[in-house]
Structures are given as C-alpha cells and as structure tokens.
C-alpha cells in the first residue's frame, strides 16, 4: 500500500501491463503479423525527426534547395527503415523448444526455433524474457531458421507456465523499434535446490518380516557397503567412498553388501529430514535422492502427501525429483 502511495503511476502502469498481458492467447508457436507486431521510434528516431524539423524550417527560411534535398533525402531514408525494420520481424514463425526442468535458484535455459518463410535475410533480432533485459541476438537466413536459447532465474520450486517474451528489432537504422509480446503455453518444473552440504543417508530400515535377519546400522550412514573382497565384480564398488578411504592412505576399497541390501531399505523420509523449515527439509531430502543415485542405491522417499516404493533409475529419480517439487 505504501508503495502504491509512492508511486501511482508506476501502480497503474503495472496493473495496465498485467491486464494486457493476460489478453494474449497462450502458444507454444506464434506467427508475427500486422497484428501482433509494434512499433514506435526510438530517441535517435524522435531526434532525427527534430532535427528534420529544424532543416526543414531554415531551407523554407533561406530558400535553400540543397537544404531542401537533404532533408527530403534524410527524412525518404528514414521511412524506408522504418518499413525494411518493420518487415524483419513480420512474417517470422517462433517455436518454442521445450524446457527441461531445472533446480530452484539455477539458472532456467530455453530454446526457440524462428523460421523465415522469405528469400531474404532477417538480421539483429533479439529475444529475451519480458522484463529482464537480458538478450540474445540472431540472424536467421533466407529460407531457412535459426535458434537461440533464453534464459532467466525462477522465483521458487513447482510447476511454473514459462514468463512472458519478447522479440524486437532496430535493423537498419536504429531510428525505429518494432517489438512482439509473446506468450508460451508450455510449462517449467523446478525441483527444490537440493543442499549444499548434506548429512550422510539415514540408516536402513529392516524389510518386512526381516528385521531378524538384520544387524544394527551405523546411525546417519546407510548400512549397504562392506570392505572389498577379491572376486567382488567392479561395478559393485562404490568408488566415492573408495576415494575417501585412499586419501585417508588405507587403500581399502569398499563395495556394496547385496545380501545386506536385501535386509534393508532406504527410505528418505520427510519427517526426519531434520528442521523446521518445509523448503530446508526438501532441499536436503532433494540432495539425498542425487547421492542415492549417485552410489547406485534402491531408495523409497516418503512426503506428507505421497509416498514412492524404493527403485532406482533415472525414472525413479525423476519422479522423486517431481515429487517434492509439487510437495
């Protein structure tokens, strides 16, 4: 309220912006036509006009011809880039490539593919999410296309539509700006950022009907590898851990305990996560899920609302991944 009190007309202008905005229709392709492409002349441009202006009033006043060819010659120069500028953009087809999700606080990069339908070339064009003033410059043949990728932070974790985008040009003079907003249909999933510095994984928990079978586990440090014996097949040694042990000068590999692992499942559960904060809770239930990963391991992962039986995968990890994200 203080802030709309400040500045009104910066209220109004937001609230105008927000209201157009949402009158444009929501696609994941666009073509840019008289009706949807802008434009307006830049400083140069209204400076040019000005002082078209001035020699336009001095040859009246002096009778000058000479001074009357220079400004009819400047001011034919400037219409005709004003057309060559508005026609860069009109006609071109934006196809939007779709995002792969990202990690909260990373840096969100997506594709766009333009297409020119015309024999001759589009040159500085360029893109950028509304409002970040980030841009990405390209030239597109021909007959041909041409993609350039787009970037911008997300503001937290879940299923997100993708921001608003611009496409504008000043091609050839810079006197004239011609702009298109557009709007993606497609949406962007963030994951929680997982943290930096986990804990080791929680403990196994005895499988069902097992619990005889098990032996007690380290608390903190998942019970599932056991030192190195000749005749262990490689891709059961977990060479994290088998470097740690080389820079301690042990030497000692270590690999994965199968029959260990049967007795036991990780779970990687929410309430015990550790902390009071839901977002810190997810981060580091995010960052046990990678490690997990990492080390090969089947893992089960428990939230307040959904529950996921322990797999292993890229699938696995991608809906784990989603999972908290929509927590």
Wanted: proline residues 8%; glycine residues 8%.
């Amino acid at each position: 309220m203080a802030a709309t009190l400040l500045n009104p007309l910066g209220f109004v202008q937001g609230r105008f912006q927000r209201w157009w905005q949402a009158r444009l229709p929501l696609s994941d392709s666009t073509t840019l036509t008289q009706r949807n492409v802008y434009i307006l002349p830049t400083r140069p441009g209204l400076m040019l006009a000005a002082t078209l202006l001035v020699l336009l009033v001095a040859s009246i006043n002096y009778q000058l011809n000479l001074g009357y060819l220079l400004t009819f010659l400047l001011a034919g120069s400037a219409l005709v880039g004003m057309h060559v500028c508005h026609g860069t953009l009109r006609g071109l087809t934006l196809n939007l490539i779709a995002p792969e999700p990202v990690f909260a606080k990373a840096q969100a990069t997506f594709g766009i593919k333009l297409t020119n339908p015309k024999r001759s070339d589009r040159h500085g064009i360029a893109l950028s999410v509304l409002g970040t003033g980030h841009w990405s410059w390209t030239d597109v043949p021909g007959l041909g296309s041409s993609a350039v990728q787009v970037a911008f932070v997300p503001a937290r974790r879940g299923q997100h539509p993708l921001p608003p985008l611009t496409a504008e040009t000043r091609f050839p003079l810079g006197t004239f700006c011609v702009w298109t907003i557009w709007r993606p249909a497609a949406q962007l999933m963030v994951y929680p950022a997982p943290e930096a510095h986990p804990p080791p994984l929680p403990a196994g928990e005895p499988r069902a009907g097992g619990a005889s079978l098990a032996r007690a586990q380290t608390v903190g440090e998942y019970d599932g590898v056991r030192a190195y014996r000749r005749g262990d097949p490689l891709k059961l040694v977990v060479w994290k851990k088998a470097a740690k042990t080389l820079e301690t000068g042990s030497g000692a590999l270590v690999s994965r305990d199968t029959q260990q692992l049967q007795r036991h499942e990780l779970w990687l559960d929410y309430a015990q996560a550790g902390g009071q904060d839901p977002e810190h809770r997810l981060s580091r239930l995010c960052a046990w899920v990678l490690q997990a990963e990492q080390l090969g391991l089947d893992y089960g992962l428990r939230l307040p609302n959904r529950q996921l039986k322990p797999d292993n995968g890229p699938v696995h990890q991608r809906r784990c991944l989603e999972a908290m994200a929509l927590c």
